[in-house]
């Protein structure tokens, strides 16, 4: 596992690099959202599929710019999948961005994921990597090398609120629920990129963070292999919760097809609990 932590931390200055070489799309703005934010997606894409086709405990790739399973090694154990550049279209305006990784062993799904690991491109490059016996472990860096800094633990009950979606496409149960939220003093966090947006509630010890069903998104809009379930892990093992909009555990989704959604929550354990309550969920 050493091997693909260490060519993740390869992955992240190459990228960092990568974004930071991009032509700012200023003056042509609807292009650059266009074409250039592919072009830079695509080129992560590859930098990472380059990366670990050096490393051979990686069996297969499955990637949100790849249709299937990417094959590398008939030896490796391990499928790696992956989200190169998340929030993408945030880049010309200069917000952070991230990626996310989902290490699973065996038949794709929630509970074979051993461990995951995300990085957020901002004014600095941070990285979390947690397994399932360790509490996610928070790396910085410090001219141009990764420091470990410590583990991240959530508080019981958070401040922040990071409502997803578009507000009149939700149900009124959610809208009556954020709003109850923002009724107890919770503040409002959100970018529109989930890495730095889940990011932040991790280190600033907790609150909600949620992409409901929605009228145009029945089943959510974020990824369930390599968004939602390797979060999702993030999250519990740092003593908080992670459901969908029934109440299950986001780490037992088996999805159908890898680039199933999931609607998801994401939380401290007071915010959802209030959130069950509100959804009328028992369990
Ligand atoms: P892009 O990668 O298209 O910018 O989308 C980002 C994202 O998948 C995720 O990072 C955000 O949490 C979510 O979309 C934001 O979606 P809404 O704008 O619908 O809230």
Known sequence: MDEIIDAIKEIAHRIDEVIKMKDLGYN??????????????????????NTFAKVKIVKDLVS?????????????KYTICYDPLDGS???????SIGSIFGIYEGELKGENLLASAYIVYGPRIEM?????????MLYSTRRNHFQKVGEVTLDEKGKLNA????????????????????????????SGAMVPDLHQLLLKGGGLFSYPPTSDTPNGKLRQLFEVIPF????????????????????????????????????SNYEIEALKKAYGITK
């Not at 279209?89 to 917000?95: E, P, R």
């Not at 009149?168 to 959610?174: D, G, L, P, R, S």
């Open 64 to 76: 949100e710019e790849k249709e299937g399973l990417y094959h590398l090694h008939d030896d490796g």
């Open 28 to 49: 042509n703005s609807s292009n650059s959202s266009g074409e250039d934010q592919l072009k830079l997606d695509v080129q992560s894409d590859l930098i990472i599929e």
């Open 232 to 267: 999702a892990l993030m999250y519990e093992q740092a003593g908080g919760q992670a459901i969908d909009a029934n109440g299950k555990r986001l780490m037992e989704l088996v999805p159908s097809h890898p680039h199933d959604t999931s609607p998801c929550f994401f939380g």
């Open 128 to 136: 979390l990597i947690v397994s399932r016996d360790t509490k996610p």
């Open 163 to 190: 409502p997803g979606g578009t507000q009149m496409n939700w149900t009124k149960t959610h809208k009556n629920f954020v709003d109850s939220l923002f009724g107890e003093g919770y503040r409002l966090r959100y």
């Open 89 to 95: 279209s945030l880049v010309d305006v200069n917000l």
